[in-house]
């Protein structure tokens, strides 16, 4: 068995049986003269030569990508998403199915659409603000994520006060920093599963949860906090919240504390027995109104 030396997580292997011989010496010859980036994206979207290399795409890095299905609120138009302008040719975009990829991202008020779906390409590294105020969004389902370089979340579903149905299950937060602000103003989310989420390497909290008014309870049991230093405001206002159980929260880093349950009117009961507050500067307004 010949073996084509790529540097990745196996080698690309070509079966020697007479059948392909001959393709193989074309592909051996084009090899030569290629790097890698150039033989991926040869391989990219031809699923023959993929078998016919014994290669799996998402074993690599450079391909790993992330498909969003998106369902907007019936009775609202205007942007779905947010793309930055310097990576628009990375955003694939197709409605209700169709084949034809759409290049805008913005709901037109006369449009009637059921479903979205989104497929992002490999060199995105940051996902900041993709839907920050997209208020005509009412369900957002992540099917795929094999992207595990993002370090950026912060705004992420920041302002999208329509949305009834989050679905982060595939979600890969392996290497995120920032969540800042992430689910900020969520108010229509009565339901939320975070327990897919890493958040080893998180150090900013910050308002990631504020005003997520319509959530009755969080199951944040598997969070890791040793590396937060910011949880200011972090479940400000969410004034349907009955239970939180943080008691494993590590905040020996954290400084700010500022508003952290403000207006937590419905928590009956509120364990932070296990709470380190030797760095914490900040604290005000902490608990105002959680507990009558």
């Known amino acids: 068995m010949n073996s084509i030396n790529i540097p990745s997580k196996e080698k690309i292997n070509i079966n020697n049986s007479f059948e392909i011989l001959k393709s ?5 010859k084009i ?18 030569l993929q078998e016919r290399l014994n290669l799996n795409i998402n074993d690599y890095d450079d391909f790993a990508k992330i498909e969003i299905e998106i369902k907007p609120d019936d009775n609202k138009y205007g942007e779905f998403i947010n793309i930055p302008d310097e990576e628009k040719k990375y955003f694939h975009i197709y409605f209700d199915n169709s084949n034809k990829e759409i290049k805008r991202n913005k709901l037109k008020y006369y449009e009637k659409v059921n479903s979205i779906k989104i ?3 490999y060199q995105i590294k940051s996902i900041k603000e993709l839907f920050s105020n997209c208020e005509c969004i009412s369900s957002i389902i992540f099917k795929k994520f094999y992207r595990n370089n993002i370090t950026d979340m912060s705004y992420m579903f920041s302002g999208c006060s329509s949305l009834k149905e ?7 937060t392996k290497n995120v ?17 975070l327990s897919n989420f890493n958040t080893n390497n ?3 909290m910050n308002c990631m949860l504020y005003r997520c008014s319509s959530l009755k309870e969080l199951n944040l049991s598997n969070f890791n906090t040793n590396n937060v230093t910011d949880m200011g405001e972090m479940f400000a206002c969410c004034s349907s919240l009955e239970e939180l159980n943080i008691s494993d929260f590590n905040t020996i880093k954290v400084t700010n504390m500022a ?7 419905s928590l009956k009961e509120l364990n932070l027995s296990n709470f380190n507050t030797n760095n914490v500067i900040n604290m005000g307004y902490i608990s105002m109104n959680v507990l009558y």
Do not use: H, P, Q
């Open 177 to 193: 920093i920032y969540m800042n602000r992430m689910l900020y103003d969520c108010s229509s989310l009565k339901e939320l599963n």
């Open 119 to 121: 497929i992002i390409d």
């Open 166 to 172: 989050l679905n982060l299950s595939n979600f890969n």
């Open 24 to 28: 193989n010496v074309i592909l051996k």
């Open 202 to 204: 998180v150090t900013d």
């Open 31 to 48: 090899f030569n003269y290629m790097n890698l980036n150039k033989l991926l994206k040869i391989v990219k979207y031809n699923k023959n």
């Open 259 to 265: 508003g952290m349950f403000y207006t937590c009117s």
